[in-house]
């Protein structure tokens, strides 16, 4: 009688020790993705800022394209840089979330 029982509560601590886990990966994840977000900004921020006090200071029209097509190359550059480390930190954000979850359900079905 008391064996259904002990396994559906093996099963629910089972249950919440995957959901702590999945909750630190979340955090730990989306914390990396501040950062890296926040880093980008500073870092666009400050490649903006260069690039507009070398506009102010070109002495002629050639100079001034110069200047603008060096900054879009390293704007689209620096963009799609940053594009795949936010697509791998996304992916590990889901993969680490939901790991701790894999074996759950085939354990849920036997009992």
């Keep these: 009688m008391l064996q259904p029982f002990a396994s559906l509560q093996k099963l629910g601590q089972e249950n919440l020790e995957a959901a702590i ?10 914390q990396a993705i501040a950062h890296e977000s926040a880093e980008f900004a500073r870092k666009s921020f400050e490649h903006n800022s260069a690039t507009i006090e070398k506009l102010i200071g070109a002495q002629s029209l050639d100079k001034a394209i110069e200047v ?3 900054y879009a190359k390293g704007a689209y550059e620096s963009l799609v840089a940053q594009s795949s480390k936010m697509g791998a930190l996304y992916t590990a954000l889901a993969t680490d979330t939901f790991k701790p979850f894999e074996g759950l359900l085939s354990k849920t079905m036997k009992a």
């Design 21 to 30: 886990k999945s909750v630190g990966a979340f955090s730990t994840n989306a």
């Design 68 to 70: 603008q097509t060096s």
